[in-house]
């Protein structure tokens, strides 16, 4: 069917100067193309002990109930994130993953007579939402790559410095992806005292249950402190549930409200809502993925010291890698050796790779086939 209408031009404007995301490479399309099998997946930063067996079970058991809506008010889940982090139900807003989260707080808070802030090299997903609304984009330096501790981190006095009488809202990642880098307790409070109440500080922590080091911040902690914060978590990561979609907020209950007139009723499925209340329970399992990705992070780290490889800074479940190159012809090099990994020049970046830490023989196949692709 052919038309005259230039659908482009009848978006809003935020919208037609838009990019779609682009996700990882999935196996099945790797597999068509080059009609290999055995694909390793090492792209989007998902755990490869999978899914947790308690939100396995759980989700079995909700398949019996399919026919009916899921609860639109995501009681009983937000009860269980209230009561294991010590907070109220009115504080938690849910999502289809945290990605939703981010597009519901940018439509509840942001317009074309306002502003936000993030950083350069920072999730992808924020600028899309702030665009969407037509919010204007103040992108924040990071630290130049020559830093002598977070090279590519967040830089806050730069961030601090894009707040005008504009912007309503500032999105951090601690820790950031795609750099793995994150800021320490102090440095990010004293930020958040700076910061005018009328200003929202979104602190994104999907890959927060990662990080082993005593003295990172849990931001859950400075919501009663800071009114104008708020923490986004996701079940994607860590849980293993990337494929159900389910994220939250917390909140001051203020907040939470505003961000619930936004949020669709039913925007979190049964399946997910039955699955994430089961996996926030599983210890065993957050302690044994924890564990595998501490020993990966060491294994990438001794194979980047053996070969020479330079990464940056990382706590999450991924690393950063640079490859001294351009990296777009090595990751396409990879995918004939069956390994799929994350090229970063959309983000700026265009001599890394992003790889997902995996287990120990999954790690192994990586090292082996870049150290391949690297001497062809």
């Not at 990605?99 to 924020?126: G, K, Q, T």
């Not at 919501?223 to 939250?248: M, Q, W």
């Amino acid at each position: 069917m052919q038309t005259t209408v230039d659908f482009k031009a009848l978006a809003v404007t935020g919208v037609q100067a838009l990019q779609p995301y682009q996700p990882g490479k999935p196996i099945e399309e790797l597999e068509r193309e080059l009609g290999i099998s055995n694909i390793l997946k090492l792209a989007s930063n998902e755990n490869p002990l999978g899914a947790s067996p308690k939100a396995q079970a759980a989700l079995a058991g909700a398949l019996t109930s399919l026919e009916l809506y899921p609860d639109g008010s995501g009681y009983q889940l937000k009860a269980a994130i209230a009561d294991k982090f010590g907070l109220q139900s009115s504080q938690i807003t849910l999502g289809n993953g945290s990605n939703d989260v981010l597009d519901i707080i940018a439509r509840a808070f942001l317009d074309n007579s306002r502003a936000a802030v993030f950083s350069e090299y920072a999730f992808a997903v924020y600028p899309i939402v702030i665009q969407a609304v037509g919010a204007e984009l103040q992108a924040a330096k990071a630290n130049p790559p020559s830093h002598d501790t977070m090279p590519y981190g967040h830089n806050l006095a730069n961030l601090a410095a894009k707040v005008t009488d504009k912007t309503r809202v500032v999105f951090i990642a601690n820790p950031n992806n795609p750099t793995g880098t994150w800021l320490g307790k102090d440095e990010l409070h004293r930020f958040l005292s700076r910061v005018p109440e009328d200003v929202l500080v979104v602190i994104d922590e999907a890959y927060t249950e990662y990080v082993t080091d005593p003295t990172f911040p849990n931001a859950l902690a400075w919501l009663e402190e800071f009114p104008n914060l708020i923490v986004t978590r996701t079940f994607s990561k860590i849980y293993g549930l990337a494929g159900v979609r389910v994220g939250y907020a917390a909140s001051s209950p203020a907040i939470a409200d505003m961000l619930n007139r936004v949020r669709q009723p039913f925007n979190v499925n049964s399946l997910a809502l039955a699955a994430a209340q089961a996996a926030l329970g599983d210890d065993d399992f957050l302690e044994r993925s924890v564990a595998t990705n501490t020993a990966g992070l060491q294994q990438w780290f001794a194979a980047c010291a053996d070969n020479g490889w330079e990464y940056m800074p990382t706590v999450g479940n991924f690393i950063t890698i640079n490859m001294q190159r351009p990296a777009a012809p090595l990751y396409d090099a990879l995918l004939r050796e069956g390994v799929i990994v994350r090229p970063i020049g959309g983000y700026g970046l265009p001599q890394h790779l992003r790889i997902t830490v995996g287990t120990a023989a999954q790690n192994t196949r990586c090292i082996k086939a870049l150290q391949k692709v690297l001497t062809a």
